[in-house]
């Protein structure tokens, strides 16, 4: 899975960014449906007091006939094409007023227009001297509907209030707050989104890079390691005058059985001029070949002293080293004995062990 991560961060991120960009629109709209219903119930309340105001105004008129109080109350009452005032008396809509329509007086009842399910139940809550507020709707127009029983002359009259949601919803100020938060809202997803995905792409070229410089880091490592092993060898061995004692050969044979060096071949010479042996091995003999003295740990320092040298040669074969050394044998350098190592023999150190033993 990280690795798959690793492969489409871009991909994946903008999946995520997606995913978290559509979480945000519909938690915006969500906002600003409570953010619009939070308006409307402050305007439904004042709403509700203006009828409160008018009932009021109602309850000090003096007594006067159904008429009359129409006529004196209903007839000053403010009406526009999104807001109207009704008036009822028990199931008889005697009133409704609104600059669109006529004025209408007994030709219906309050069923015949509060027509909707909302509108009816509303009508039907209504209650005697308390104001209340529903939100309905007739002939697909929502309105906010304020409306209150009370009584007068002995008979129940209903008056409502509606008011279009548009009034409040559609009003300048109101609009122009939504439009400016709603694109302050979106400015910031499509900021979040884009510097998610600008973020994501940097990500995924850095992530490149990366890999590309761990390839590139591979690649110089192996050389440097193989360089190392090469100047590692010849560090060790490249040596054309170094003469080492007979107790390092264990260790040089160790290293060559690890580093899977093979053929090697031993050779065994008797000299009785170590110092003049060097000087021409040095000229003659390949820089991979190493000498060793078979005579104990004594540290000779006369380079005529006679003795028994062990040379190795690596990756070379019994011919081929024959071949090398033949032109430095002579009177005073003698073979004594020449053999071929191979890891089928088994240890190498074993096999020089073996050797040695043999030819003291």
């Given at each position: 899975?990280?690795?798959?991560?690793?492969k489409?961060y871009?991909?994946?991120?903008?999946?995520?960014?997606s995913?978290?960009?559509?979480?945000?629109v519909?938690?915006?709209w969500?906002?600003?449906?409570?953010?619009?219903?939070?308006v409307?119930?402050v305007?439904?309340?004042?709403q509700d007091?203006?009828?409160?105001?008018?009932?009021?105004?109602?309850?000090?008129?003096?007594?006067?006939?159904?008429?009359?109080?129409?006529?004196?109350?209903?007839?000053?009452?403010?009406?526009?094409?999104?807001?109207y005032?009704?008036?009822s008396?028990?199931?008889?809509?005697?009133?409704?007023?609104d600059?669109?329509?006529?004025?209408?007086?007994?030709?219906?009842?309050?069923?015949?227009?509060?027509?909707s399910d909302?509108?009816?139940?509303?009508?039907?809550?209504?209650?005697l001297?308390?104001?209340?507020?529903?939100?309905?709707?007739i002939?697909?127009?929502?309105?906010?509907a304020?409306?209150?029983i009370f009584?007068?002359g002995?008979a129940?009259?209903?008056?409502c209030l509606?008011?279009?949601e548009?009034?409040?919803?559609?009003?300048?100020?109101?609009?122009?707050a939504k439009?400016n938060?709603?694109?302050c809202?979106?400015?910031a997803?499509?900021?979040?989104?884009?510097?998610?995905?600008?973020?994501?792409?940097?990500?995924?070229?850095?992530?490149?890079?990366?890999?590309?410089?761990?390839?590139?880091?591979?690649?110089?490592n192996?050389s440097?390691?193989?360089?190392?092993?090469?100047?590692?060898?010849?560090?060790?061995?490249?040596?054309?005058?170094?003469?080492?004692?007979?107790?390092?050969?264990?260790?040089?044979?160790?290293?060559?059985?690890?580093?899977?060096?093979?053929?090697v071949?031993?050779?065994?010479?008797?000299?009785?001029?170590?110092?003049?042996?060097?000087?021409?091995?040095?000229?003659?003999?390949?820089?991979?070949?190493?000498r060793?003295?078979?005579?104990?740990?004594q540290?000779?320092?006369?380079?005529?002293v006679?003795?028994?040298?062990?040379?190795?040669?690596?990756?070379?074969?019994?011919?081929?080293?024959?071949?090398n050394?033949?032109?430095?044998?002579?009177?005073?350098?003698?073979?004594r004995?020449?053999r071929?190592?191979?890891?089928?023999?088994g240890?190498?150190?074993a096999?020089?062990?073996?050797?040695?033993?043999?030819?003291?």
């Open positions: 899975m990280k690795e798959f991560l690793k489409h871009f991909a994946a991120t903008a999946v995520g960014v995913l978290l960009a559509i979480l945000l519909l938690a915006g969500r906002f600003m449906n409570q953010y619009e219903e939070g409307l119930e305007c439904a309340e004042q007091a203006y009828v409160q105001l008018v009932l009021d105004q109602i309850y000090v008129r003096e007594n006067r006939n159904d008429a009359a109080i129409i006529e004196e109350i209903l007839g000053s009452l403010d009406a526009s094409s999104n807001k005032w009704t008036f008396r028990e199931e008889t809509m005697l009133f409704v007023k600059v669109t329509e006529t004025n209408k007086y007994k030709g219906f009842t309050t069923a015949t227009y509060y027509i909302s509108a009816a139940d509303f009508l039907k809550s209504l209650r001297n308390s104001v209340t507020h529903e939100r309905i709707e002939e697909d127009r929502k309105y906010i304020s409306g209150v009584e007068y002995g129940e009259y209903r008056l509606l008011s279009n548009e009034v409040f919803l559609d009003n300048n100020a109101f609009l122009g439009i938060i709603s694109l809202y979106g400015l997803v499509a900021l979040i989104v884009v510097g998610a995905l600008l973020y994501a792409h940097r990500i995924g070229l850095l992530h490149a890079d990366i890999a590309e410089k761990a390839g590139v880091t591979t690649e110089l192996a440097i390691a193989k360089l190392n092993e090469r100047l590692l060898v010849k560090t060790t061995y490249d040596m054309r005058r170094t003469l080492f004692q007979e107790s390092m050969l264990a260790d040089f044979l160790a290293r060559i059985e690890s580093k899977g060096i093979a053929p071949t031993f050779v065994i010479l008797n000299c009785s001029n170590e110092g003049a042996f060097l000087d021409r091995a040095q000229v003659l003999l390949d820089r991979s070949v190493l060793f003295r078979l005579m104990g740990e540290a000779y320092t006369d380079s005529g006679p003795g028994q040298l062990m040379l190795v040669f690596l990756n070379c074969s019994r011919t081929t080293a024959y071949e050394l033949r032109a430095l044998l002579n009177v005073s350098v003698t073979l004995v020449i071929e190592w191979e890891p089928k023999l240890s190498i150190t096999f020089a062990d073996e050797l040695r033993s043999q030819n003291r």
